[in-house]
């Protein structure tokens, strides 16, 4: 016979004292961390226990005694259920304290390395419709909200939205989204009314049918907007209906210009691997940056916070180029530069003017043509871009054919850098590194590796994600 699971607990007029990771706050509790979503510092509440372990506890929010000084009122109608933009209930000037501090944090406790004094965080430039790209997935099993499922009335399950965490087949409808520019919700809602008008079937994620699967939608700084459909055709077809809905959405928003599709048969929404059509108009859009223009096609990765892209590619220039701002525009003088995780080469072709060369390097041999071909559009010949694994790519043999670089600029993803990279890098000895880093955790655990050799000598935090707990991080390192 098992035994029953002992209740968790209430814990009753509990002080939240400070911000955890993933947007979380946290409590303590007889020693013990309590992690709270939804709350913030200075909030008194009882909090119903969810999960107990033996060094902390997650709990969520049953009831407030009284309200921080510090909230303010979310703008979204669905915060709360919605897993993005957590810290609305914050004021922006606090957002961007406690993510400086988020750095800080990160950088002394886990690089445990010798730092200088922080720059003041980058602030946002945009806080509201910053983004350039979202992606929604559509389903045929709507997720209902508590009140929704006590109030006993039925609702319509076809529903275009955002994905649910915990909850991957079902996905959260959304009315209007305030993280880019308003037409995409004019898009979005419009697609809805026609497919349900039209019975047109939304996709069962688990059972692997239904005609319309995915939609995303990208704009650009050039006035320009790519509209991406993924359908999933069956053997009945559902081709001609898919049709009918994009020439629906090209006649009514002439200001797509680049409108395409694909069937995708996989298990998943992505779609790296898959055959994109033009349904209508271009197969690519374009972003500015400075005089530099950049081609963005429907796999091309591109900062998504254009904006605020400007800024972090700028403080990365100016750490990477400081000492050598002497240098005449002919100079054979200018430094060699790698660009390690080059991605679409925008960090390379932004940089490119100031150094003798540029080699990228970058896993997608998508991506590397991208930056072939945006290294063409912008009449720069002095780059030079490589496909395949980093530690695979970047060895002893290739620095001693392509040459020593004075200068590494280096952009990993969330996951930091291969040791063997790491250790590339300390012997290939550059002067400068420059470390752009959406992951100030995994960046201060590579900086401890580099310590031997390199000492930090500039940090400088960018915010391209207000209302979210996330943070870039710029540190400039420099030879012993």
Sequence with gaps: MSRKKKPLPVLENITITDFAAEGKSLARVDDMVVFVPWAVPGDVCDLQVRRKKHSFMEAEVIRYHSYSPLRTKPFCQHFGTCGGCKWQLLPYEEQLKMKQQQVYDQLTRIGKVELPVFRPILGSVKTQEY???????????????????????????DAIGFHITGAFDKILPIEKCWLM?????????????????HHMSFFDLRQQVGLLRDVIIRNSNTGEWLVIFQFHYDETGGEQEAKGL????????????ALMYLDNQKCNDTIGDQEILTFKGNDHIFETMEDLRFKVGPKSFYQ??????????????????????????????????????????TIANFVARKARKVIGIEYVPEAIEDARINSEINHIDNTLFFAGDMKDIL??????EHGRPDVIITDPPRAGMHP????TILRAAPQRIVYVSCNPATQARDLQELDTDYRVAEVQPVDMFPH?????????????
Excluded at 181 to 197: F, K
Excluded at 474 to 480: D, F, M
């Design 131 to 157: 983004r350039n790209k979202l992606d929604f997935g559509c389903s045929n099993r709507r997720y209902l909200t508590n009140e929704e499922i006590a109030s006993g009335k039925e609702f319509a399950r």
């Design 181 to 197: 520019d308003d037409l995409h919700n004019q898009i979005r809602n419009e697609v809805r009314d026609y497919a349900i008008q």
């Design 395 to 400: 060895t002893d043999v290739f620095i001693a």
């Design 420 to 423: 063997d990279v790491v250790k």
């Design 468 to 480: 979210t707990p996330h943070v870039e991080n710029v540190v400039l390192l420099i030879k012993r």
């Design 304 to 345: 998504t916070n254009t904006e605020q892209a400007y800024h972090l590619y700028s403080v990365a220039r100016e750490f990477a180029f400081s000492e050598y701002s002497e240098y005449s525009e002919n100079s054979e003088n200018k430094p060699l530069v790698y660009d390690l995780y080059t991605g679409t080469g």
């Design 246 to 257: 994009m020439q629906h959405i090209a006649d009514t928003f002439p200001q797509i210009t």
